[in-house]
Nanobody, 117 residues
Framework: QVQLVESGGGLVQPGGSLRLSCAAS????????MGWYRQAPGKQRELVAA???????NYADSVKGRFTISRDNAKNTVYLQMNSLKPEDTAVYYC???????????WGQGTQVTVSS
């Protein structure tokens, strides 16, 4: 059984910071590319940031320079540090674990991030 447990969402003022955490199942974490996606009401889900098992990263253009994804393989946890938050960052953020070779794609329950004054 695979579980992705997200935490760290909440309400923050524009310009503020949040750090999201996603603790994954030990059995699959090291084999997975990990990603953070977000979905705002009425909008399509989009990739925010991703990190491969060897540490390579990529980001959506809208968050480059503001967000940082990282992973701690010893703790089976992926993080998303979000700085300089903007109202347009408001969304439900989802953690994802995927392996294209083994053909799995797991999702967390989502955590709400609201950026508002």
């Amino acid at each position: 059984q695979v579980q992705l447990v997200e935490s760290g969402g909440g309400l923050v003022q524009p310009g503020g910071s949040l750090r999201l955490s996603c603790a994954a199942s030990r059995s699959i974490f090291r084999l997975s590319a990990m990603g953070w996606y977000r979905q705002a009401p009425g909008k399509q889900r989009e990739l925010v940031a991703a990190i491969t098992s060897d540490g390579s990263t990529n980001y959506a253009d809208s968050v480059k320079g503001r967000f940082t994804i990282s992973r701690d393989n010893a703790k089976n946890t992926v993080y998303l540090q979000m700085n300089s938050l903007k109202p347009e960052d408001t969304a439900v953020y989802y953690c994802n674990a995927a392996n294209g070779f083994l053909k799995y794609d797991y999702w967390g329950q989502g955590t709400q991030v609201t950026v508002s004054s």
